[in-house]
Structure formats: structure tokens, C-alpha cells
């Protein structure tokens, strides 16, 4: 079992920058490997972000240039810096851990699930 706690959400204006983090607790040496996903009112989840327990790193389309994923294993937790925040970046950001391998930011592969973190964009 994983739990998976996130904080650091809030409000941000556009072009601004916020740190997001997800510590979690586990009853297991094994590693996971982690992800970042967001959903907007009236659209689906998506993936964000992951890192694997490598630090391979692995970014949507969307976001590449502007967010970095980033983990602390000694701390048990994993960080999304926001950079250049677009409006299109507000809505509820999902961590998530997976077993290592295969790094995807497809959500059906990441078995738990933390509460989420609100972030939102003013202009």
C-alpha cells in the first residue's frame, strides 16, 4: 500500500511559478515510480508529468519547457515545480505511484492515488 498525500496548490497568477508536493508512505522497500495529473471542471484527467525511480523523466506536450517533476526518495517525496503558468494549467493536480518500468502518463497504469492539490489561474 502507497498513500500519497499532496500539497502546495493555490492560487497563481499567469506567468507565475508554484511548487507542488506529494509525500507519500508506503509499508514496503519497494520503489515506485511517480506521476503527476491534472483535471480541469468538465474535462478528463491527464498525465502531467512522471519520474521513475532512475529520475527518467517523462513530460506532456503541454508542459514540457515549463514544468519539472523532481523526487527526494530521502524525503519520500516528489515535487512539481510550475513555471510560465498558463490559464489552461488550473484545475486539480493528482499524484500518483505506479511500479517502476515503463514510463507512461497513462493514468490506468498507476494504481494509487492521492487526494489532489487545487491549483488555480488568475489573469
Known amino acids: 500500500q502507497v498513500h500519497l498525500v499532496e500539497s502546495g496548490g493555490g492560487s497563481v497568477y499567469v506567468g507565475g511559478s508554484l511548487r507542488l508536493s506529494c509525500t507519500y508512505s508506503k509499508d514496503t522497500y519497494f520503489l515506485y515510480a511517480m506521476g503527476w495529473f491534472r483535471q480541469a471542471p468538465g474535462k478528463e484527467r491527464e498525465g502531467v508529468a512522471a519520474i521513475d525511480v532512475d529520475d527518467t523523466t517523462l513530460y506532456a506536450d503541454s508542459v514540457k519547457g515549463r514544468f519539472t517533476v523532481s523526487q527526494d526518495s530521502a524525503k519520500n517525496t516528489v515535487y512539481l515545480q510550475l513555471n510560465n503558468v498558463l490559464p489552461d494549467d488550473a484545475g486539480m493536480y493528482y499524484c500518483?505511484?505506479?511500479?517502476?518500468?515503463?514510463?507512461?502518463?497513462?493514468?490506468?497504469?498507476?494504481?494509487?492515488w492521492g487526494q489532489g492539490t487545487q491549483v488555480t489561474v488568475s489573469s
Open positions: 500518483a505511484a505506479k511500479p517502476p518500468g515503463l514510463l507512461l502518463l497513462d493514468q490506468e497504469g498507476f494504481g494509487y
